[in-house]
């Protein structure tokens, strides 16, 4: 298996509210595979700002790349046209369409009840309401991970999610999705209407809305996955 990924990178992209550190579990997984794996330091001040910051992160690497990301940065995943990107990843990921934005597919069906009250403070950042990292953010996630989550968390700027996305990269790339059953952020319906409308492989699981910390044997299996199917259609 090592043999197989030696040139392969995965880049991973964090959502709103987190930062690189959340994929920690899944990235020590994935190591062990043999598969370079790079956080992409995205901004979140605006969809444009973190593409660009995937693009950076995508030229620092050699080979075959796959991109995965978390939450809002399904949309961000949906930027990486580089050729060496051999497929990608969402996990409980937004996924707007070509003139969409990720408020119009975050906020597509109803809510969860537990799900937090979000709106931008006076310079345009949402916060995550404390309490609502336990509640929703990842309810089935150790009070250590939460206090975690608390600690580091990082607003997302609205601009990112009032931008429309240009053509997305799941047109033409072969992508993969794990729908999370229990999520209270983002309901499983809008998830599996966007997996359904990519045309994604989906993997459908009884997990949070951040299955990085909570389930992450499941997050790193399916992007083994996509890297071994995706890397021998490529011949490598």
């Known amino acids: 298996m090592m043999s197989a990924f030696q040139n392969a ?26 598969l370079r794996v790079v956080a992409a330091p995205i901004p ?7 593409a660009a910051a995937l693009r950076r992160t995508i030229a620092r690497t050699n080979g075959p790349v796959i991109v995965a990301g978390h939450a809002y940065a399904g949309a961000v995943v949906g930027t990486a046209h580089d050729e060496r990107v051999k497929a990608l990843v969402y996990i409980a990921a937004l996924a707007p369409d070509e003139g969409e934005t990720v408020a119009e597919v975050f906020y597509r069906d109803e809510p969860h ?10 310079d345009g950042f949402i916060w995550m309401p404390d309490e609502s990292f336990a509640e929703a953010f990842a309810q089935n ?12 968390q990082r607003p997302i700027s609205v601009k990112c999610i009032q ?25 499983p319906k809008t998830q599996r209407f966007m997996a359904e409308r990519m045309k994604a492989t989906i993997r459908s ?7 990085l910390l ?9 992007i083994l996955e996509a890297a071994k199917t995706a890397l021998q259609e490529e011949g490598q």
């Open 163 to 187: 931008q429309p996305v240009t053509a997305p990269a799941w047109k033409n790339k072969p992508s993969w999705y794990l729908l999370a059953e229990e999520d209270r952020m983002i309901n």
């Open 113 to 122: 009840a537990k799900a937090p009250k979000l709106a931008p403070d006076a």
């Open 214 to 222: 909570t389930a992450p044997d499941k997050v790193a299996a399916i």
């Open 141 to 152: 996630a150790t009070v250590e991970q939460i206090a975690l989550c608390r600690a580091v």
């Open 44 to 50: 979140l001040t605006s969809l444009s700002d973190d």
């Open 205 to 211: 699981f009884a997990v949070d809305h951040t299955p």
């Open 9 to 34: 990178t995965v880049v991973m992209i964090h959502g709103a509210w987190a930062d690189g550190s959340s994929w920690e579990p899944v990235i020590r997984r994935l190591e062990k595979e043999g």
